[in-house]
């Protein structure tokens, strides 16, 4: 299978379902069909059946899927059964935020190495790493074998800290800056905008009032 033939959105959903399949696997369910997966995931069962479909055949007609086989199977197509290096750029008070959240490291994504453009910063500790200044960044991507950056500045800085990433051949960028970066077709980039999804949201709401 080539990635480039999975569609993007179904890619974004494959998360969800590993989300729901471990929370099922902790209830002590072994077989889930794919009308109770929807009911979880507000999904209709054959979008789900046409998702799965792109990776092999996981379950069987009348039976469902094997909820710890199915869960092993998309954690191994996403690349979770590894461990990610990720760096983090920008410790305010968002970056601090992020590189205190425990949720990266069970998962497989560490965050090893820190980074600051303010000189008053370089030097002081947060969760245990020591705020590095960005001309570091070269050679600690490369000692550390960094595959993921998370950028965490204002929006005014957020397009040069990602083209320095990309000069030194991250791949995977996770950009919480409020703007829309420029980044080539090889660069696999998520932006986190809260406003964003409040301004979607406020859509459905806007004749509530």
């Known amino acids: 299978m080539d990635s480039i033939d999975v569609p993007e959105v179904v890619v974004l959903r494959l998360p969800l379902y590993v989300r729901a399949l471990t929370q099922l696997l902790d209830e002590g369910t072994e077989v889930v069909s794919s009308q109770q997966l929807g ?20 379950g069987k007609q009348g039976r469902g899927y094997n909820v710890t086989f199915l869960l ?3 954690r191994d197509i996403l690349g979770l059964n590894g461990e990610w290096n990720a760096c983090l750029i920008g410790v305010g008070r968002l970056g601090r935020a992020i590189i205190n959240y425990p949720g990266f490291a069970p998962e497989g994504f560490n965050i090893v190495a820190i980074f600051d453009g303010d000189d008053s910063r370089i030097g002081t500790t947060v969760a245990g790493l020591s705020v590095q200044p960005m001309r570091e960044l070269e050679e600690t991507v490369r000692a550390n074998k960094i595959s993921i950056g998370i950028v965490a500045v204002p929006a005014n800085q957020a397009q040069e800290v990602i083209d320095l990433l990309v000069k030194n051949k991250v791949r995977g960028i996770l950009n919480y800056a409020p703007f ?3 980044v080539p077709l090889n660069i696999v ?13 406020t859509f459905y709401l806007r004749d509530d009032g």
Request: glycine share 6%; proline share 8%.
């Open 72 to 74: 092993r199977e998309l």
């Open 180 to 182: 829309a970066p420029q």
């Open 39 to 58: 009911g979880r995931l507000q999904m209709t069962p054959a979008q789900i059946r046409k998702d799965l479909s792109y990776f092999g055949r996981f």
């Open 189 to 201: 980039l998520r932006n986190i905008d809260p406003v964003m999804s409040l301004q979607s949201m």
